[in-house]
């Protein structure tokens, strides 16, 4: 290992960011306070006095040099068993979108070879992503936004991330707000979404009809066993879906009518706010404690369902149509892109909590095999859920006489409305609507609060050694629920359906992820180097991961990102509510602005990092581009080394110690 004694900080590995290093390279940074500790003569001298009096700048200072400043060295938090960090992940990236999104992309998009596209953009994309965030936090040692000193010029791809992820703080926890209601409203004799006859109820709630009587009848046919007429019956609305549009989210006109308050939902934020505040603000301590039952207790219920769910009658059929293969399908191009927004939905990549997580290991944990191993869990999560999902659905279908394809949902619509009304046909129904519900709160639930981790470690990181405060944790966590709450408001009132879809369909859209990941894969791989970050990582878990990880990062990984964001900018479509309602123009500039607020902010933070910076430009971009190394990276990367603050005052190792082989 070579060493060097000038210039003090080599021009492509500095201790502090860019931005601080005019003048005085060592800055006064921690690592600026032990390289003066290690100076023999104590800052502000220039070696001439090192006793009672010294020289500089031709004055004579009396008196002993001033102290030095102290060396405050923060270890930052860590796991308290390496499972904590397996289940924080799973909990995380295993979430609502595997239950209700994924079985619904297999069966529309043919099946079981759904699974070929899917399977083929995880290894391309998913994992060598996940990897990346994963172990990028965990090399660093930060949060989302100084997990980019590793080349500082491109800082924005961190702050971009916080967007995203403050966007999907604040519309997510509605997903939990109105499972907690359907929770609370599933401890009754008789689900209230099974009948009729409700103060929110309208004339045209019908409990129970048979459309396929009424295919080839005329409109005045009567419908067996009603007195039901067919034209009556086609205008009919079941009672789940009044329930759910007149009673949950008594529903407005559009989005510039918001109307009143619903005060019982309202109530059900605040309490799902106040238990992710308390799962939190301790940190991974204790945030790695209560992710063991939240991460696993669900698939404990779906087991419970599916055991249920394959003894009802239908069941087999339900089944077979979610896995039955077609062929054709595969020449779609619709097939793949669904399969990738898919894959990097579930994975959660470029929301920057992956990072945050990371950054809590210990510097020499294997995470290459974690990477897979969470994968496949993922995966595997989705594909189990289908059996779930698909054996309830087949039950409701042959209990109604209709195609499994007219009681197929997605998202909101499986978990509100399908799903409700299939558990209202069962032998006590009351018991298997609580467990659903429960299982889906558990499911956001830990993915909500480890994104709110994810976004509080990256703005604390922001001020390592700044306000100091005994409750500086605790406070943050509050402020960040307490302004997503305000947010929240406004999804809670008749309109609230309108402005929560603005925020899922813009602020953390498949564009905005795939924009996030292309850069994120181009930094690493063309401006930070591909095999310098393999080094890097050989140095962490003892070995280098295969080469195909770095291809992908290089190479299959941005192609893939970049077509799907093209096909999705080609394709682009307005935003409608439920097929009827055409959003205005100006709810599509504020969704608009909400997607550009994340993606604007990496060309931007470039352009202004350049155009601060002094030089020629080839100056200002191998200046902006040397990574900003921690105090950890002495330690682990290079234990031959002494630490500054010991070396010997007479010898020529009181210099800054430069790592050509390494940094």
């Not at 329930?243 to 559009?254: C, M, P, T």
């Amino acid at each position: 290992m070579n060493r060097q004694t000038a210039p003090p900080v080599s021009p492509t590995c500095s201790l502090l960011p860019p931005e601080e290093t005019s003048g005085s390279q060592l800055g006064g940074g921690p690592m600026a306070a032990e390289a003066a500790a290690a100076s023999p003569n104590g800052p502000g001298t220039d070696g001439a006095g090192a006793g009672a009096e010294g020289k500089k700048g031709g004055v004579v200072i009396v008196g002993p040099p001033p102290p030095p400043p102290p060396v405050v060295r923060q270890e930052r938090e860590t796991w308290s068993r390496q499972m904590d960090f397996i289940m924080s992940c799973v909990g995380f990236a295993v979430g609502l979108g595997n239950v209700w999104r994924f079985p619904y992309l297999c069966y529309k998009n043919g099946g079981g070879v759904f699974l070929i596209p899917y399977l083929l953009i995880v290894f391309v994309g998913g994992v060598p992503i996940f990897f990346l965030e994963i172990s990028l936090g965990q090399f660093m040692k930060a949060g989302s936004i100084n997990v980019w000193n590793i080349a500082p010029l491109f800082k924005g791809l961190g702050y971009a991330s916080m967007v995203i992820v403050f966007f999907c703080n604040t519309y997510y926890i509605m997903v939990l707000a109105w499972a907690f209601y359907y929770l609370i409203k599933s401890f009754s004799s008789q689900l209230p979404w099974s009948s009729c006859g409700n103060p929110w109820n309208t004339n045209s709630c019908v409990d129970a009809f048979s459309l396929h009587q009424c295919n080839n009848a005329s409109g005045n046919a009567t419908v067996a066993g009603s007195n039901l007429t067919c034209a009556h019956v086609a205008q009919a609305r079941s009672p789940i879906i009044e329930f759910w549009e007149n009673k949950v989210l008594n529903i407005s006109s559009g989005l510039d009518d918001p109307g009143q308050i619903n005060w019982e939902l309202l109530l059900c934020l605040m309490a799902v706010w106040l238990l992710i505040y308390f799962c939190v603000w301790k940190g991974v301590k204790s945030t790695g404690k209560i992710v063991y039952f939240t991460a696993t207790f669900p698939y404990v219920v779906l087991i419970i369902l599916l055991v249920r769910g394959v003894t009802l009658p239908g069941a087999y059929n339900g089944i077979m149509y979610y896995i039955k293969p077609d062929w054709s399908k595969l020449e779609e191009a619709q097939v793949w892109i669904d399969a990738g927004t898919q894959v990097f939905f579930s994975y959660a990549i470029g929301l920057g909590a992956l990072t945050a997580l990371g950054s809590y290991n210990r510097f020499n944990n294997d995470c290459y095999k974690d990477a897979f191993v969470l994968a496949l869990i993922n995966s595997g999560t989705s594909f189990f859920a289908g059996f779930v999902v698909f054996s309830i659905l087949g039950f409701m279908a042959a209990e109604q006489s209709v195609d499994i394809s007219q009681v197929a949902e997605s998202g909101p619509g499986l978990a509100f409305i399908a799903y409700p009304k299939a558990v209202s046909l069962m032998p006590v129904a009351p018991l298997w609507a609580g467990l659903f519900f429960f299982m889906l709160l558990l499911l956001g639930l830990d993915s909500q609060f480890v994104g709110v981790e994810g976004f509080v470690t990256g703005i604390l990181d922001l001020f390592p050694g700044k306000y100091e405060h005994r409750y500086k944790r605790e406070i943050a966590v509050a402020l960040c629920c307490l302004l997503c709450f305000i947010i929240d408001i406004s999804m809670v009132t008749q309109g609230g359906m309108y402005v929560f879809q603005l925020f899922d369909y813009y602020s953390a859209s498949g564009m905005t992820l795939l924009w996030q990941a292309f850069w994120e894969c181009m930094v690493v791989s063309w401006v930070y180097g591909a095999d310098r970050f393999m080094d890097d990582i050989a140095r962490m878990i003892g070995y280098r991961p295969l080469p195909w990880m770095k291809w992908c990062w290089s190479f299959i990984t941005p192609c893939v990102c970049m077509g799907i964001f093209l096909f999705h900018l080609v394709n682009y479509k307005a935003l409608t509510y439920n097929n009827t309602y055409v959003y205005p123009w100006w709810g599509e500039v504020i969704g608009w602005c909400l997607a550009l607020s994340s993606m604007l902010c990496i060309p931007l933070s470039v352009a202004y990092k350049l155009f601060r910076a002094k030089g020629s430009f080839a100056q200002r971009w191998a200046r902006l581009t040397s990574p900003v190394w921690g105090s950890h990276h002495l330690e682990y990367m290079a234990p031959d080394v002494k630490p500054l603050g010991s070396l010997s005052p007479a010898s020529d190792d009181d210099k800054v110690i430069i790592f050509e082989s390494v940094m």
